[in-house]
Nanobody, 121 residues
Framework: QVQLVESGGGLVQRGGSLRLSCAAS????MGWFRQAPGKEREFVAS????????RYGDSVKGRFTISMDNAKNTVYLQMNSLKPEDTAIYYC??????????????????WGQGTQVTVSA
């Protein structure tokens, strides 16, 4: 059974940084999504199985960086210059896809439990 274990969420002030981690039981193409109260789950970033290609949502480009440690089957989301509008539950996701980074939520097969990120004004 695939397991995704997230960590690293918390409370931070505007302009601060956080790093999220997601450890998988196997190597996959991975992505991060987020969901704020009353809103749909939104694409944040994804990384291809190879670890060499990435994609980002428009709202986080230039501020967030996704990376992967293949040896640890772990994906990271470094979040800098955080804004109150980044407040959400962040979910990592995995897909058995070997092509380009996936941005569509429905193409991910496995999901983590979510970790809360709160950015104060």
């Amino acid at each position: 059974q695939v397991q995704l274990v997230e960590s690293g969420g918390g409370l931070v002030q505007r302009g601060g940084s956080l790093r999220l981690s997601c450890a998988a039981s196997e190597h996959y193409a991975m992505g991060w999504f987020r969901q704020a109260p009353g809103k749909e789950r939104e694409f944040v970033a994804s990384i291809a199985y190879s670890g060499s290609l990435t994609r980002y949502g428009d709202s986080v480009k230039g501020r967030f960086t996704i990376s992967m440690d293949n040896a640890k089957n772990t994906v990271y989301l470094q979040m800098n210059s955080l804004k109150p509008e980044d407040t959400a539950i962040y979910y990592c996701a995995a897909t058995q896809n070997y092509g380009l980074p996936i941005i569509e939520r429905e193409r991910y097969h496995y999901w983590g439990q979510g970790t809360q990120v709160t950015v104060s004004a």
